[in-house]
């Protein structure tokens, strides 16, 4: 029989120094290890949990590159490549200071759950730099792009790793990666997602991510006989995942009280609109320019939005933004409902507290997979020579995340009804990739 602290304790001693990922593996295993010693007591002969928390290669690598005033700037570059037991590496690339390795390994197993998932033929990778994009040139982007691929090139390919966009890597990053990767190897194929629409990449992959976290927002409504008009939503971040967020509930009839970043929170009484939406984005980092325009608006700087009374609250900023305070402060303030746009935005107390409030709590392995599953379908549509229109991909995003609700239902509903969408994910998420690990023999 497997035995959770025994395992954790394995697991802690083989990565030293590396928190983000021994939280990620905690979360996971606490359900699959009971769920094993349940149902596939061959798993533990297997070695399948050791097999799955080791990476199958990590590679880092120096990248050299000019600044505009023609001093030498050195960054470490990185790509772990987690799993391929059931398709090729798929995962983000992160640009941001704060990125080692310990934030890449588990953004890299988390990405293994959730790409299964999405029910696509494809494996968890992550990478990204340490490099800080903020207050970069665009020349400066471009040459550190440049630099990037010219070593990552060697390690990834349409049928063996494909990265795509994460914190600090958007379309145009994509466009400088992808341009190197093509100038060096002579060809075009379908290396990266995320690529604009007139050179290979998919209608709706932008939104994906947004928007699919509230078509699971809104299975998970359907589930209780409700929807989403007309209820308030806290959301946090206001980068790629959290404008596309906004952007559905409003068109689905909510009330969008609050988008962040790490300066502060806007708060706006009123909701923002699409015209409002509109106008944020072309603020870039300044939100809190924003209440000069709208008087209903006030700027929190250094604050977090959890403060704010709302039904539904969507963490999509980053890792460990939300706490177990401000999780008190959600259910003490009748929040119904958390669903994770970002990569484990929840601290592991956090998550506690909503399971124990028994609110709705929906991973971001669920809840944010639209993201991949565009990427998974900007794939197919590479590998076929073709380019679908916006309506098919919007439709089968939608199915995923349906498909994704029922699956986080079939594994995760107790006894009482109420459902853990957390264990829900990781098994529903883990059968598929441990049966894929068993047939293919010991690698
Ligand atoms: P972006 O770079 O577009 O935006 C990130 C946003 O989060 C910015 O507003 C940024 O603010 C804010 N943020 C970052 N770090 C902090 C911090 N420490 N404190 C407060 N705010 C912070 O990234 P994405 O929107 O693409 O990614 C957001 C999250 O969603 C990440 O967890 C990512 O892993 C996850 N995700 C992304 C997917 C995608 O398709 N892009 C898919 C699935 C998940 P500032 O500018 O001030 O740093
Ligand atoms: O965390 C994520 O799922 C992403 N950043 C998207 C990955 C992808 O390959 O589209």
């Not at 956090?350 to 993201?371: E, L, Q, R, S």
Request: proline share 3%.
């Amino acid at each position: 029989m497997l035995n959770l602290t025994k395992f954790l304790g394995y697991v802690a001693e083989h990565n030293p120094n590396e928190p983000e990922f021994l939280q990620a593996v905690t979360e996971v295993v606490e359900d699959l290890i009971p769920y094993i010693n349940n149902h596939h007591q061959d798993y533990e002969t297997l070695k399948i949990l050791e097999r799955i928390a080791e990476p199958e290669r990590v590679v880092s690598f120096r990248v050299t590159w000019l600044d505009d005033n023609n001093v030498i700037q050195v960054n470490r570059g990185y790509r772990v490549q987690m799993n391929s037991a059931i398709g090729p590496y798929k995962g983000g690339l992160r640009f941001s200071p704060t990125v080692n390795l310990s934030i890449l390994k588990f953004l890299a197993f988390e990405q293994v759950f959730k790409n299964s998932l999405t029910g696509l033929p494809i494996g968890g990778g992550k990478g990204g730099s340490d490099f800080n994009p903020k207050g970069k040139s665009d020349m400066e982007i471009m040459r550190f792009c440049q630099s990037f691929m010219t070593e990552l090139y060697r390690h990834i390919g349409a049928e063996t790793d494909v990265p795509a966009g994460d914190i600090g890597v958007g379309g145009r990053e994509i466009g400088y990666l992808y341009g190197q990767y093509k100038r060096i190897q002579n060809n075009f194929t379908g290396v990266l997602t995320g690529k604009g629409v007139h050179w290979g990449g998919s209608y709706i992959r932008p939104e994906a991510t947004g928007y699919g976290l509230l078509y699971f927002v809104s299975c998970v409504l359907d589930n209780n006989n409700d929807t989403l008009e007309g209820k308030t939503i806290a959301i946090s971040g206001a980068g790629n995942v959290a404008y596309y967020a906004a952007e559905k509930a409003i068109l689905l009839g909510a009330k969008v009280i609050t988008l962040s970043n790490s300066s502060g929170t806007l708060y706006d009484e009123d909701g923002f609109t699409l015209e409002k939406l509109h106008h944020l984005a072309t603020l870039g980092r300044d939100i809190q320019e924003f209440t000069k325009k709208y008087k209903s608006a006030t700027f929190y700087a250094e604050q977090k939005p959890w403060q704010f009374k709302c039904d539904i609250a969507l963490p999509c900023a980053t890792q460990n933004e939300l706490d177990k305070n401000d999780a008190e402060i959600l259910v003490e303030n009748g929040c119904i409902c958390v669903a994770e746009g970002a990569n484990m935005p929840s601290t592991a107390e956090a998550v506690k507290v909503f399971h124990a409030a028994k609110i709705v709590y929906a991973p971001g392995k669920a809840a944010n997979a639209g993201g991949v599953a565009v990427s998974g379908l900007e794939m197919s549509q590479n590998a076929i020579g073709q380019q679908w229109n916006t309506q098919k991909v919007d439709s089968q995003l939608k199915a995923i995340m349906e498909n994704i609700h029922r699956t986080c239902i079939r594994y995760g509903k107790e006894e009482c009804g109420y459902i853990n969408y957390l264990r829900g994910a990781n098994i529903g998420g883990f059968i598929k990739v441990a049966e894929a690990m068993k047939a293919q023999g010991v690698v």
